[in-house]
């Protein structure tokens, strides 16, 4: 019998996009035999999320995760919803999320090394790509720590689609889940007013002065008017100028000052945002199939 090592395997992976242990069972099957090693491998399936590559996934599902005083929150995608709600799919999300809390990787490749019970967690994605029969990826992740005085809020809506972290100062756990509810419906870029980037602030301004209802203004008085549509501008971008969802009219600020507590910062993930999705024919993608 041949002896299979790690070179072989290694190399079989990389030919196939295999995980370890199916590329190596594969080898012991075939006596060493990379090609008919290929041929197993693509019998079974395990083999096909190579072939995947050049596929958008944009569809997912996003997870967010607390333990202690750390957080972690994660976009795994898919190519099509369909696939985002399948059972081995959502347990790879799971699976994900709770290693990247546990690990804290400091970057993607570091996320996708990371040990799991077969190989590593880039394994578990092929492996798991090969069962649904479409291409999915590790989009994202960020990891947050807080300390004894600070409060998570943990929210996920949509059944995963959006899902948000915040990080309150002084606050109840009930404060903090309402401001992520918040986020998540509302969709703040920024804290504040003045964490809004400068370049931004004046490409709006060009085009509100450009304005068709305001071309036969005087110069003084475009610029008034302009100042207080960016004013308003600002207040949709920033969390703490917004009108408190479940408020009665007061701002973000106001109803945590109400509270007496303070946001330090959050992050607020939505599937596929940013994300150029392709357009396809069902009819041309079911006879690529069937050909392919």
């Known amino acids: 019998m041949a002896q299979i090592t790690a070179a072989l395997v290694k190399e079989l992976r990389e030919k196939t996009s295999a995980g370890i242990m199916d590329a190596k069972k594969a080898l012991v099957e075939t006596n060493g035999n990379m090609e008919k090693a290929i041929d197993v491998l693509k019998e079974r399936g395990v083999a096909k999320a190579a072939k995947k590559a050049d596929r958008v996934a944009a569809e ?3 997870d967010v995760i607390e333990a202690g005083n750390t957080a972690a929150i994660i976009e795994l995608n898919s190519e099509t919803d369909f696939v985002a709600s399948n059972e081995k799919f959502l347990n790879l999300l799971h699976l994900t999320a709770k290693v990247i809390l546990e690990h804290k990787p400091a970057d993607l490749k570091a996320a996708l090394d990371i040990p799991v019970e077969e190989g590593t967690l880039n394994d578990q994605i092929v492996q798991t790509s090969a069962h649904t029969g479409e291409k999915i990826t590790l989009r994202r992740f960020n990891v947050v720590e807080k300390n004894d005085n600070q409060t998570f809020g943990v929210y996920s809506h949509m059944g995963g689609q959006i899902s948000v972290i915040t990080l309150l100062e002084n606050s109840d756990s ?8 918040h986020i ?3 969709a703040p870029k920024y804290l504040s007013r003045e964490d809004v980037p400068k370049d931004v602030v004046e490409h709006e301004k060009s085009i509100q002065m450009k304005a068709d209802d305001l ?9 008034k008017i302009v100042e207080g549509r960016l004013g308003k501008f600002l207040d949709e971008l920033a969390l703490l100028n917004q009108p408190f969802v479940k408020g009665e009219g007061e701002s973000v600020a106001e109803y945590l000052k109400k509270q007496g507590a303070t946001i330090k910062s959050f992050i607020r993930y939505q599937v596929g945002e940013g994300i150029e999705k392709q357009e396809s024919n069902l009819a041309d993608e079911v006879a690529k199939q069937i050909n392919g």
């Open 60 to 62: 997912g599902m996003t």
């Open 215 to 223: 071309g036969n203004k005087p110069d003084n008085i475009k610029e």
């Open 184 to 186: 998540a419906a509302i």
């Open 174 to 181: 009930t404060t903090a889940k309402d401001i992520a509810m």
